[in-house]
Every structure is written in C-alpha cells, then in structure tokens.
C-alpha cells in the first residue's frame, strides 16, 4: 500500500523543499522591504542631514505591518462538532478501524460528527508539525447518502492523506498561507501589498497544484481498499448531495437562523428538500453542471469530471460495493442528528441564543411574516420613488411598465439609489440587476395578491407563493421569467388581469 500511495503524486520530500523554498522566498521579500523601510530614513539623515517625517512614520507603519503579519499564529482547537467514541458507536469505529488497517496507518486520536455532506482529516495541536494529533471529521450527510462501500471509499481516501504526509505539511502551509494573508490585509491599499499579493497568487498556485496530485493519490488508496464501484458512486452521490446541502443551507436555513430560530433536526428538513428536488426531476441538471465543472488553477481539489476520469484509469480491484446504508452504522441515527443539530445552533456567531423551532411551524412562524415584513419594505421605497402609485396594484402594474420600457441595469441602480462597485464585470452587474429586479416584482405580486385576499405560503424546498382564488401563484417564477425576457412581460400582465388585476383603461382613470 505504501509504495501504491506514491504513485500519482510528488514524494512528501519534494512537496516539503517546494514548500520550504516558498516560505523562504516569502520571508526574504518581507525581510528585503522592511530592511528597505528602515534603510531610506537612514539613508536620508546619513547623507543629506535631514528627515522628512512622512517618511520615518510611514517607515515605521511598514514594519509594524509586515512584521506582524509574519508571525505564525496558532489558533486554539475548537471541535467540529460533538465527538463520537468506539464505545458509543461501534459499527462505525469497527468499519473506520477496518479501513485503517487495510491501509496500514493507525487509527485518529479523535473521531467527530459534522453537519456536512463530506468528511475531512487534520492534525491539530503541537507546533510546526510537530507534537500534534490526528484527527477525523464524519459528515451525518455524508452517512445519509453514501452506502457503506462508499463511506469506506472515503474513509480510505482521507487515511491516503494520512499516509501521504498531506496534513502534516498542510498545517504547515496553511500558517505561510495565513502570514502572506495578514500582511497584505495589514499593508490595506499600499502599493507595498503588491508584491506580497503577486507572491501569494504564486504561493496558491503552485501549492494548490501540489494539492490537486495529492487528492488523485488519496484516490488511488480510496480505489484500493474499497474498489472502483464504491468509490465512483460515493463521488457522485456526495457531490450532488453536497450541493443541495449548500442549496439548503441559503435558501432553507438562513431566513429561519435570521429570524433567530433553529430547527430542532437539520436533517428531517434536508430529506424534504432534498426530496423535492429529486421530485422535480433535477438529477440531470445537477449531473450535468458537476460534469461540466472545469478545474481552476487555484483550487484545491481537482474537478469530479477529472477525479472519475483518474478513477476510472486505475486498475479495478474487483471488490463489490457494500450496499447498506452508511447511516446504518449509527447506533440511533435519529438522535444523531438531534445532537449534530444542536451543535450547529451554538456554534453559530448571533448575540441572542437561537430558539428551537420545528419545521411544521417554519412556515408560517418564519417566511410568511417575513414575506409580509419584506414586502411592505419593497412598497414604502417604491411609494417614495412612484409617488403617484400607493396600492400594491398600482405599484405593481408602473413597476411592470418600468421593466418593458427601461434598461435593467439603470432602473435597478435608480430603484437601488447606487451603482455596483467600479470594476465589476459588465455581465456581474446585468446579473445583479436581474436577481434584484426579480425579487422585487415576485415581492409586489406577492403584495397585490394578498392585498386582494390571497394567502402567503411556502414549503420546505418549495418557492415563496400566494394561494389566490384556488390557485398556487408561483410569483417568483413569473417574475423571472418576465425579468430575464422582458418581451414575456405581456404574458405576465394578462395573467394578472385574469386575477383581477390590471391598468386603468385610460390616463387618470
């Protein structure tokens, strides 16, 4: 297995010169510019017998700055999540132990669980590499997507990181990383920061690339213990559960942690939403954004595009999936995910502890008054912009013959009151534009609907709409495809008008 592991990926000695030799090169510049900024006031009082005070002062700020950045700073260890031990969970320290042993590396010293669909491996504590301990993640919606083959396949790959020296020289370079950070955060706008950023975008790049071998190489060992079958499979069911997870989290989870709730299970709402995506035929559409993901020179991991192709071009060990549920492993997977999800509500940085809610009462406890509360701010800026249109009908119909007519991109910044920051791409600020405008006109909708009697609801996994006359109006629907095609903004006026909501037949009217 040892010799195995090294094929596909730099020996840890010639990552470890690599990354030496950078640390060097980022001291000697740092060490260059401050010799430089204690060098010119000297060099000034030496030979011309005087001192411009601007200079010493800004001498001193450049020091002061560059320095402090340098030092390596250890944060303290703080768990990702509740610890698990053998004794509590058997099962999934006997299949971890397994694997551990196949791969000949030894066990970490501390196993937690995490909210997330991924699992990660680090080791903490000690200085510089040295006096630390291991340590593993286990995401609970990793288990909840992966059969037991895959979730070998994935353990063995994070061992493979183990085995191949990778978290040992990567805490090593995540305190270079985080020095070059601090100084150019330090040095702000000066055109000092400019070397120190060219010379981390150098940094990033050649170590990500490292970083990119050593995950193919952490594959390999993933391919060897449990096969090609099991590790293939977890690669795809991981990523596209890791993207609806990301999808939970923004459109589900933040709305209800700012109104300052927390769902007493995460995961009973993550089956729904998952669900719902599944039900609404999207596994092409997700397989086909991951297989069109193209590897940047600056991330870490290599696309999955380019991990099932590597996969695929090792030999087959011919070891047959283990189709049991992952999630099996836990002894009470229910209370699991009650204790992970517990955990995540105090980890998170708000000034009022977040009280717990269950997922039958977010609807109407959370999004619909916040639907209310949204809408209503919308009206009152767009009452002060329109003057002449006060009810949500009007305003909704003059908003609509504001979109016809006038330029996306100009009517939102007028609505806005702003323009996008300056160097934002041309296709950036047109998106902006859109997505604000879309929110705005659903919103209106919303608003004019209810004002003539229909109801705010939702659902996990499902759009804000307005229940009128009998009928689902999926406002944000319309309103996107009225904002991204402006010629099918008469669709979404007629389909108003049969709701009973329409322009005056005349001026003034």
């Known amino acids: 297995m040892a010799e195995s592991e090294r094929k596909g990926a730099p020996s840890f000695a010639f990552r470890a010169a690599v990354a030496i030799a950078l640390m060097i090169g980022f001291y000697a510049l740092a060490l260059g510019i401050v010799a430089l900024s204690i060098y010119l006031p000297y060099a000034e009082l030496h030979y011309a017998n005087r001192i411009y005070p601007e200079l010493l002062i800004v001498g001193i700020v450049m020091v002061y700055s560059i320095l402090k950045g340098c030092i390596f700073i250890s944060a303290p260890f703080v768990a990702p999540g509740p610890q698990v031990r053998g004794e509590d969970e058997p099962r999934l320290f006997q299949n971890i132990r397994d694997v551990a042993e196949k791969i000949k590396t030894r066990m970490p010293d501390a196993v937690y669980l995490i909210p997330d669909v991924n699992a990660f491996v680090a080791e903490v504590g000690g200085f510089m590499g040295m006096g630390t301990r291991r340590i593993m993640a286990v995401g609970l919606g990793l288990l909840a997507v992966d059969s037991v083959g895959s979730f070998k396949a994935t353990i063995a790959h994070e061992f493979g990181h183990y085995l ?44 990500h690339s490292i970083s990119r071998q050593q995950e193919l190489a952490a594959d390999r060992a993933s391919v060897e213990i449990a096969g090609k079958e099991a590790h293939i499979a977890g690669l795809r069911s991981e990523m596209k559960a890791g993207l609806l997870y990301s999808g939970f989290l923004d459109n589900e989870m933040a709305p209800i942690i700012e109104e300052g709730r927390f769902p007493s299970n995460l995961y009973q709402g993550l089956r729904t939403y998952m669900k719902s995506h599944h039900d609404e035929g999207l596994e092409e559409k997700l397989e086909k954004a991951i297989m069109e993901q193209k590897t940047d020179p600056y991330d870490t991991h290599p696309s999955l595009s380019e991990r099932l192709a590597y996969a695929e071009s090792l030999p087959d060990p011919h070891i047959k999936d283990e189709e049991e549920p992952a999630l099996s492993l836990l002894k009470d997977p229910r209370a699991a995910e009650v204790e992970v999800s517990t955990f995540m509500a105090s980890s998170i940085p708000v000034e009022k502890k977040l009280v717990p809610i269950e997922w039958d009462d977010v609807s109407h406890e959370v999004h619909v008054p916040r639907a ?85 609801q939702t659902a996990v996994g499902k759009s804000l709409s307005v229940r009128f006359q009998g009928e689902e109006c999926e406002i944000f629907k319309w309103a996107e495809e009225a904002v991204r095609d402006t010629s099918k903004m008469p669709e979404l006026e007629k389909r108003l008008e049969a709701l009973g909501i329409k322009a005056p037949s005349s001026p003034g009217s």
């Open 372 to 456: 209310r509360r949204y809408s209503e701010e919308y009206l009152k800026q767009l009452r002060e912009a329109y003057k002449k249109a006060q009810s949500p009908c009007e305003i909704l119909i003059t908003l609509m013959d504001e979109i016809k007519r006038e330029d996306i991109v100009v009517l939102a910044e007028r609505i806005i009151g702003g323009k996008a920051p300056a160097g934002t791409p041309p296709g950036e600020v047109k998106e902006l534009a859109q997505s604000f405008l879309m929110s705005l006109l659903a919103m209106v909708t919303g608003a004019a609907l209810t004002e003539k009697g229909g109801t705010w």
């Open 164 to 207: 191949g020296g990778d978290t040992t020289l990567g805490g090593f370079i995540y305190r270079v990383r985080e020095s070059m950070i601090r100084v150019v955060e330090n040095l702000g706008d000066s055109w000092l920061a400019k070397p120190f950023e060219w010379y981390a975008m150098l940094f990033l790049r050649i170590t």
